[in-house]
């Protein structure tokens, strides 16, 4: 039996609607400006090409149906934003995936915030840098149970929505999405071997802004239920 120097981190599991074994996440690919009103919101017009990023494990923060989770307000930061979107699972992966095998790869579906510290993401861009402090920090990935595609059929649209303390802030479909979910699958797999347990969050719709310590964010998607957050 292996040695280790220090106790190894535990592996990240998210609960499966529906059964008793957890989904062990592997790595967790963000989708970034996929939505056309949330890319002109940005700056960005035009069907460009996807590009992607990326949070630890060990950032996401299981909330689970019919709760509220808090995450703390982040440090080195006075404008955090909300992103709310749908999350993939991946049962399985592989390399150069054709569009067309790609939903063959979805284990299921959760709800999920990329929350970003937008001041320091900016500054990033300015520099030319990565954006890893503003994208990947600590409780940055609020996200629910994953709900088996086997339950739920292949997803491809479907109402998005978060609310701030009860007004609407985002509110979309999926089907507004520049690049579908089984392209984003496909591009992903030509850049990186995808395998059984990694999470791709697809994408936020228009309507991102700040929040503070106080808030309360109840994000949605049809048949998905919701996925409730406080920042503490």
């Not at 990694?198 to 919701?226: K, N, S, W």
């Amino acid at each position: 039996m292996s040695e280790y120097v220090f106790t190894p981190p535990a592996v990240v599991g998210l609960p499966v609607v529906g059964s008793q074994a957890k989904f062990a996440v592997r790595h967790v690919y963000c989708v970034g400006r996929n939505y056309v009103e949330h890319a002109k919101e940005m700056g960005f017009t035009g069907r460009e090409e996807p590009f992607f990023f990326s949070k630890p494990a060990d950032a996401l923060v299981y909330v689970a149906s019919g709760t509220q989770g808090d995450i703390h307000y982040p440090p080195k930061t006075s404008n955090l934003h909300y992103e709310m979107e749908l999350v993939v699972a991946l049962g399985k992966g592989g390399r150069d995936i054709p569009v067309e095998k790609a939903n063959e790869c979805i284990f299921g579906y959760a709800l999920g915030l990329d929350m970003t510290r937008r001041d320091l993401q900016g500054e990033c861009k300015k520099l030319g840098r990565p954006w890893e402090v503003g994208k990947a920090f600590d409780e940055s990935g609020p996200i629910g149970p994953i709900h088996p595609v086997d339950k739920t059929g292949v997803i491809d649209q479907g109402a998005i929505t978060l609310a701030v303390n009860g007004q609407m802030k985002q509110n979309s479909n999926l089907d507004k999405l520049i690049w579908s979910i089984p392209e984003s699958i496909s591009f992903l797999s030509s850049l990186f071997e995808l395998k059984a347990g990694d999470l791709i969050f697809t994408g936020t719709p228009e309507g991102v802004g700040p929040v503070v310590a106080g808030d309360q964010m109840v994000g949605t998607f049809d048949g998905l239920g919701e996925l409730k957050v406080r920042v503490v």
